[in-house]
């Protein structure tokens, strides 16, 4: 048996942090390394949450080193070798350089168990390393597995291994349902999610058992632990119960999560920023510049000066243009309208709705 490392990245954002302190709560047994990457570029509430963290789990966080020469900031440094082209959705080369490749190299060719905080109530997949000896776990949602891990499990040609991992347990009065799904092979009629929701639904910890069988037949890192504690796991985790975690734990909330008032032509509302990971982020909506411009003007100049060249962080329009004040209260007044159009849900006092929206956008080495 090789020996397995347990590790769990801190983006600093609100679910990694959640997700550290429910599994020091739930499972102290397992030696977690806590590791996070600092692109030199994040917010002040980020670098307090990582301290307050540390401080909860009485345990460094280890800063990847991201450069060997740690005088120089990480960000900086990859935009003047790129001749200060900026990352965008097409070539996002800060998560590459700054998150992907220190994490590849801090674990190199060991095997690894990384926990990802990716919620019960998202509906995305997380990062899934294309270094076989990686493999991700998500404890807060209901299959715990990657998707590439469910593919081989429920794959038609796999049917009669299912069968006899699932023969190994208790099933008591399911037992002869379970067995009529596990014989229906995926077809257009019947998609591998179907398969998947109503395993899960006829139990959990079953499915998990099963599959932890499974992995034992194969090279993923998993085959190598006698156990997994969290087989036996069947919760799942909604946006509130991580904002819960993190105020009872006392490690609390980002600042920036949290709604600022403001007001346009009489009209009151609320903004935010939804997201961790660099001021500049690319991935943040026009009312997050907005909110960055007003609560944290600083900054906002700071990523002004980046642009230069011809390169802009937003695709149709350069941060001094979105500055103007007629152009603000402009994004003021849709951010309203498109608020108003959701009142029907129900109001966070953290994120905003219309935030909530595309909040799951973006990276998931940066936020979650
Ligand atoms: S937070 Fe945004 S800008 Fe920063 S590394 Fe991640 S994707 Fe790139």
């Known amino acids: 048996m090789r020996r ?30 806590y590791y996070t990457s600092d692109t030199g570029k994040e917010l002040e509430a980020t670098y307090n949450l990582i301290e307050n963290l540390e401080n909860y789990l009485g345990k460094e966080i280890y800063k990847l080193p991201v450069l060997s020469d740690e005088s120089l900031n990480p960000f900086d440094h990859f935009i003047k070798m790129y001749n200060g082209y900026l990352p965008g959705n097409i070539s996002r080369w800060c998560t590459k350089k700054l ?22 109530d998202e509906d995305r997949e997380g990062y899934i390393s294309r270094k076989s000896n990686i493999q991700s776990i998500f404890p807060f949602r209901k299959n715990m597995f990657s ?15 299912v069968f006899n991992f699932y023969a190994t347990l208790d099933l008591g009065e399911k037992k002869e349902r379970i067995f009529e799904v596990i ?29 932890f069988h ?24 909604v946006r509130d119960d ?13 600042e920036y999560y949290k709604a ?32 960055l411009y007003e609560q944290h003007p600083d900054l906002f100049f700071k990523a002004m000066e980046y642009e230069k ?19 603000i209260e402009k994004i003021k007044e849709e951010y309203i309208k498109r608020k108003e159009r959701k009142q029907s849900k129900a109001q966070s006092p953290y994120l905003l709705d219309i935030l909530e929206d595309a909040e799951g956008e973006g990276c998931a080495s940066c936020f979650i």
Request: proline letters at 3%; aromatic letters at 12%.
């Open 260 to 291: 600022i008032e403001f007001e346009v032509n009489g009209k009151k509302s609320t903004y935010a920023r939804s997201r961790s990971g660099c001021f500049f982020c690319f991935y943040q909506q026009k009312i997050e510049w907005v909110w």
């Open 183 to 211: 014989n229906e092979e995926i077809s257009i009629n019947f998609s591998q999610s179907q398969k998947l929701n109503i395993l899960l639904d006829l139990g959990v910890k079953e499915y998990n058992h099963a599959v």
């Open 214 to 237: 499974f992995l034992k037949t194969t090279d993923y890192p998993l085959s190598q632990e006698v156990e997994f504690p969290l087989v036996d796991n069947e919760d799942l985790l």
């Open 309 to 327: 060249d011809g390169y802009t962080w937003i695709q149709d329009e350069s941060l001094a243009e979105l500055v103007k004040s007629e152009r």
């Open 147 to 161: 998707e590439d891990v469910t593919t081989k499990f429920l794959g038609n040609n796999n049917i009669p291994n």
């Open 4 to 33: 397995v490392r347990h590790v769990l990245g801190i983006s600093g954002g609100k679910d990694s942090a959640a997700l550290a302190i429910y599994m020091r709560e739930n499972y102290p047994e397992l030696d977690i390394e």
């Open 99 to 120: 998150k992907l490749e220190p994490f590849e190299k801090y674990v190199g060719d060991d095997l690894v168990i990384s926990y990802v905080g990716i919620r019960g």
């Open 242 to 254: 991580i904002f819960r975690i993190l105020e009872d734990s006392g490690v609390g909330v980002p």
